[in-house]
């Protein structure tokens, strides 16, 4: 094992310069910062974004921010650990609240980042992905995927806000995130997949037997029917064994987006969460309940509507609080870390 590597100022200061001028510099000064042993170096902080702190500010938006001069009104969960500007929940994960109010709409458009939407109150929102409408139900998962057209509306009568979760870091830190811009969509009469081709886990239509499967086949997942999932699931378990479940492509199998994987957990009361060590990133968020996760020794109490960064390699355990489960939303890169072999447990 090296010991001690050299540094910036073992070296004249004219063969520095002379290297500068030409655009390069020596490796090994920088080495084992880009390569440190055993863990890598993070910058993100376990944090915790409060909904009830946050609640306030964000139907402020709705009066200071007319959606016409937003296009998409939302305030981003910036991870203090990397900087508000950055606009990185964690290295790759992008977060906003996003508020849009009764008879209120967000053009239509695509991007090549990927995209979610998930629920957390109001009633009557949708989101139209290439034509499909989708309803914006508490709890809803949409993927909105790259290149994918998108639009938000809302009929009903009380605000809705939900939580956006992008690949936007990733996308734009390889400069490759672009937008453009579209008319209104022709919205179909039908429901949406999830209501009609893909009733139920096992099935898909007869056709996908013959012809090359659909990259999305299914936009929307309702939280009613992963919520009675999750309960069937848990009551048939032993205490000991986790109740998650992943959200995958009905037609593969394999997760529904490439960078970024999505998962519902219920905590039963009294679980003893077991600690797990992922190189992944991910962010919790409180679909219901109340609980706490230690991550890396730290504790961070959170209650239904919270959202909390975990960094990547931390070691993370997570309990529900009281006599009712705890629900869990999470976002981790695991899709991207398992893509590039980079993936592990500890
Ligand atoms: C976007 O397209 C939406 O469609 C929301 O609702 C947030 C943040 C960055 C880039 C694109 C949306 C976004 C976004």
């Known amino acids: 094992m090296t010991q ?23 490796l090994w000064p920088s080495l084992r910062s880009v390569l440190p ?27 200071l921010a007319p959606i016409e001069r937003a296009e998409r009104r939302v305030l981003v969960l910036a991870n203090p650990g990397l900087g508000l500007e950055r606009m990185m929940a964690t290295p790759t994960i992008y977060l906003g609240l996003q508020l849009i109010l009764p008879g209120e709409s967000a053009p239509n458009h695509r991007h090549s980042p990927s995209a979610i939407r998930f629920v957390i109150e109001g009633s009557g929102g949708f989101t139209s992905v290439d034509g499909q409408k989708c309803p914006m139900e508490k709890g809803d998962l949409i993927l909105t995927p790259s290149g994918v057209w998108h639009e938000h509306g809302h009929n009903g009568t009380t605000p809705v806000v939900w939580l956006d979760a992008l690949d936007l870091p990733l996308v734009y830190g390889i400069e490759a995130s672009y937008c453009i811009e579209g008319k209104p969509q022709s919205i179909s009469n039908a429901a949406d997949n999830s209501q009609t081709y893909y009733r139920r886990a096992g099935l898909v239509p007869y056709g996908t037997l013959n012809r090359r499967r659909a990259d999305y086949p299914l936009v929307r997942y309702p939280w009613r029917e992963v919520r009675q999932a999750l309960l069937d699931l848990a009551a048939s378990l032993a205490p000991s064994e986790p109740a998650h479940l992943a959200y995958v492509n009905p037609e593969t199998g394999a997760e529904c987006l490439p960078i970024l994987g999505f998962s519902a ?6 679980e003893e969460g077991a600690a797990q060590r992922r190189s992944c990133s991910a962010v919790i968020h409180v679909i219901e309940g109340s609980g706490q996760s230690e991550i890396d020794g730290t504790t961070i109490d959170w209650e239904e509507g919270d959202t909390v960064a975990i960094p990547t390699h931390a070691r993370v355990r997570h309990q529900a609080n009281g006599k009712a489960p705890a629900f869990l939303f999470h976002v981790d890169d695991a899709p991207l870390h398992r893509k590039i072999g980079i993936y592990e447990e500890f």
């Open 37 to 63: 042993y055993d863990m890598p170096t993070r910058s993100t902080l376990p944090y915790a974004w409060r909904y009830r702190e946050l609640r306030p500010y964000v139907l402020q938006a709705g009066a």
């Open 4 to 26: 001690t590597l050299g540094t910036m100022a073992d070296l004249p200061a004219d063969y520095v310069q002379g290297l500068a001028e030409k655009s390069v510099i020596p």
């Open 265 to 270: 957990q219920m905590l039963r009361p009294g």
